[in-house]
Nanobody, 115 residues
Framework: QVQVVESGGGLVQPGGSLRLSCAAS????????MVWYRQAPGKQRELVAI???????DYADAVKGRFTIYRDNAKKTLYLQMDSLKPEDTADYYC?????????WGQGTQVTVSS
């Protein structure tokens, strides 16, 4: 099964930026869907951003204009560029990749936005 590993989380001040990475163990060129989710304390897991094989991204309303999802097939990595971070962005962030008949989750990376 394909394995993915998230990295790039940390503690930042409001208004700061982070770039999260989701590195896959195999080529990602054939992945049907690649998604970033997050789960904040006391809340359900929510979809943050998604990019499909056709390349069209979509975002949750809460992050539109601030976050950018993109993929680098050569590096076998999915990214989430997060700018203008707010305290409400604090959560554990997870990468999910999928193709026909399977999906894979990473272990998560923690993002804390606090002054």
């Amino acid at each position: 099964q394909v394995q993915v590993v998230e990295s790039g989380g940390g503690l930042v001040q409001p208004g700061g930026s982070l770039r999260l990475s989701c590195a896959a163990s195999t080529s990602i060129s054939s992945f049907y869907t690649m998604v970033w989710y997050r789960q904040a304390p006391g809340k359900q897991r929510e979809l943050v951003a998604i990019i499909r094989s056709g390349g069209t991204p979509d975002y949750a309303d809460a992050v539109k204009g601030r976050f950018t999802i993109y993929r680098d097939n050569a590096k076998k990595t999915l990214y989430l560029q997060m700018d203008s971070l707010k305290p409400e962005d604090t959560a554990d962030y997870y990468c999910n990749v999928a193709a026909t008949g399977w999906s894979a989750w990473g272990q998560g990376t923690q993002v804390t936005v606090s002054s």
